[in-house]
Every structure is written in C-alpha cells, then in structure tokens.
C-alpha cells in the first residue's frame, strides 16, 4: 500500500478484515450509484453499518478507501488475467512449432476482455482515474507490474531467444498498447458493439503482426 496515501493500518483479526473488506465494497456500490464526488465518509460508514468513527479507525479520509479499491482491483485484474492465459501459452509452448500465431494473440485479446467483463469494478476505477494523481501513479505502477509478469508468463517460454531486457520493453509497449485501446473503448460506452469489435480485430491484427517479427 502506498505510504502517502494508505489506510491507518492493516486489519489483522478476522472481524477487522471483514469490515475493512465491506468499507471497500459499499465505497465502489455508492461510487456507482450516486458518482464520486457524491460519495462522502458519512455515507460509506452508514451504508457500512458502522460508526464513521470505526471508519477512521481504518480510513483519514475518502480517497484513502478510494486508494485502497484501486490497489485491491489492480491485484484483482492481475491475477485473473494470468490464470486464463497460462494454459493458453503452455498450450502454444509444448507445439514448438508455431511459436507465434495470430490465432494466439487472439486468445490472449479474449482473455483479458473476460478479465474485463469479470472484474467489473474496473469500469468504475477508470471513471474516476484522474481525479487524484495518486491513482494515475498507481495506474503506471499497475501497467508495470503487468508488464513484468507478462515477460515471465508470455515472453519468457514463446520467446526464449529475446532478451530480457528487449523481452520487458516490448511486454511494456504492448500493455500501454492494450490499455489504451480498452480504455478508449470505456470512454465511450455508446460506441456500437459493431465498432467495438472492429478495433478489438484491428488490435489483434497489430499484435499479431508485431509478435510474429520476433520468431
């Protein structure tokens, strides 16, 4: 957890965790309900079931609970992600052969539309990425602890002959790649699902073309 703007402490005793746990949970519920500038302390502790007081005990402030469902969402998407596509790679990596597809970038694209479509608090986070810069950090540092992973999970068993260094500038190039595309698409959720699916292929195209140069 960040040391600027983290909680007062960790929960420890079990009762302290489930608390804690349903203060994150009911903050996302209200964000979405009523919006973020709506959603105040009061409110929280209230739809908590507990005293504000308890609340601070935990929590200074609003954006401290905001950190804190940023951070557990970004773990949450992380490890989701990882565990769909580790069969996949593990599939393409015992045939050898095909090293690279586009057929497998697509795999991967499907994998992370579901991580998407299953961390649902995702869509609420990106709503309200800009309005503490704390969060864009944590956006960066999350984008760069995928990025590593990704080396480790993808690159490292297709791409044995890249480097790890070459391995984890192009791992980086193609989260942002990713992120930006999906985010786009979140800033404009009337887009019709026919364009949506237009760009998810354009990107399909783009990562399959720039992974199979590295053969």
Known sequence: MHKMIGPRKAPKQKRSKERFQKILEVTFETIAEIGYENTTTDLIASRSGISVGSLYQFFPNKETIIFAVAEETYLKLHGVFFKKIKPIVETYRKGKSTKFTFSLASEILVS??????????????????????????????????????????????????????RSLVISRMT?????????????????????????????????????QSFR
């Open 175 to 211: 989260v942002e790649i990713v992120d930006a595309v999906y985010r786009s698409l979140l800033r404009n959720p009337k887009s019709s699902a026919v364009k949506q699916r237009q760009a998810i292929a354009e990107l399909n195209q783009l990562l399959g073309f720039y992974f």
């Open 112 to 165: 992370f539309e579901e991580t998407m479509e299953e961390v649902k608090e995702n869509v609420i986070l990106q709503s309200i990425l800009y309005t503490h810069p704390k969060l864009l950090e944590l956006d960066f540092k999350s984008n760069e602890r995928f990025a590593k992973t990704l080396v480790q999970e993808l690159f490292v068993p297709l791409f044995p002959k890249l480097s790890r260094e």
